[in-house]
Antibody
Framework: EVQLVESGGGLVQPGGSLRLSCAAS????????MHWVRQATGKGLEWVSA???????YYPGSVKGRFTISRENAKNSLYLQMNSLRAGDTAVYYC????????????WGQGTTVTVSS | QSALTQPASVSGSPGQSITISCTGT?????????VSWYQQHPGKAPKLMIY???NRPSGVSNRFSGSKSGNTASLTISGLQAEDEADYYC????????????FGGGTKLTVL
């Protein structure tokens, strides 16, 4: 079964750091681009970052310079290092698999909750 | 403000058809056939319903269909069923220098 399982969420103070993980199973992880997408309570989806199979990375302006996406193919794992966290980063964070050929997200994890508050 | 514009809500009765629009620009929706649609039930992860404008993943009902005209993409759900009540999000690849993927603000579908 193709599956993504996020972990690492929690409560962190403003200015703090957190590292999210996403464990992939049931497919050849190294062959797929991967994404992080977040959703604040009651709000819509917001793309947070992407990483290609070659390790190329992409970020929107809202997190660029603060968040770092990475992958460890040997461990079938995706990561999101989040620094200088703000209240506005509070959300459920999903990891998602990019389609094999094309730009869409065909498999999603269940999400992990990040709360930034003092 | 989301990069793609969707209506906040739509509604329909069981058996009817509804269409949700998703308006972008020539840098995203209008420029590429990389529009996708996601269904999200409360407390659940999003689920891919349509990819590359009009393709359905295996297992998605053929009541769901997608199309595009210019800078506007559309999701049509025919034969509405109670379980279709959910939030729907469109998404597109974008050539914007500060983005790679953009989402719409989401549309709440109510089945009356």
């Amino acid at each position: 079964e193709v599956q993504l399982v996020e972990s690492g969420g929690g409560l962190v103070q403003p200015g703090g750091s957190l590292r999210l993980s996403c464990a992939a199973s049931g497919f050849t992880f190294s062959s797929y681009d991967m994404h992080w997408v977040r959703q604040a309570t009651g709000k819509g989806l917001e793309w947070v970052s992407a990483i290609g199979t070659a390790g190329d990375t992409y970020y929107p302006g809202s997190v660029k310079g603060r968040f770092t996406i990475s992958r460890e193919n040997a461990k079938n794992s995706l990561y999101l290092q989040m620094n200088s966290l703000r209240a506005g980063d509070t959300a459920v964070y999903y990891c998602a698999r990019n389609g094999r050929f094309g730009e869409y997200m065909d498999v999603w994890g269940q999400g992990t909750t990040v709360t930034v508050s003092s | 403000q989301s990069a793609l514009t969707q209506p906040a809500s739509v509604s329909g009765s069981p058996g009817q058809s509804i269409t949700i629009s998703c308006t972008g620009t020539s840098s995203d929706v209008g420029g590429y056939n990389y529009v996708s649609w996601y269904q999200q039930h409360p407390g659940k992860a999003p689920k891919l319903m349509i990819y590359e404008v009009s393709n359905r993943p295996s297992g998605v009902s053929n009541r769901f269909s997608g199309s595009k005209s210019g800078n506007t993409a559309s999701l049509t759900i025919s034969g509405l069923q109670a379980e279709d009540e959910a939030d729907y999000y469109c998404s597109s690849y974008t050539s914007s220098s500060t983005l790679y993927v953009v989402f719409g603000g989401g549309t709440k579908l109510t089945v009356l």
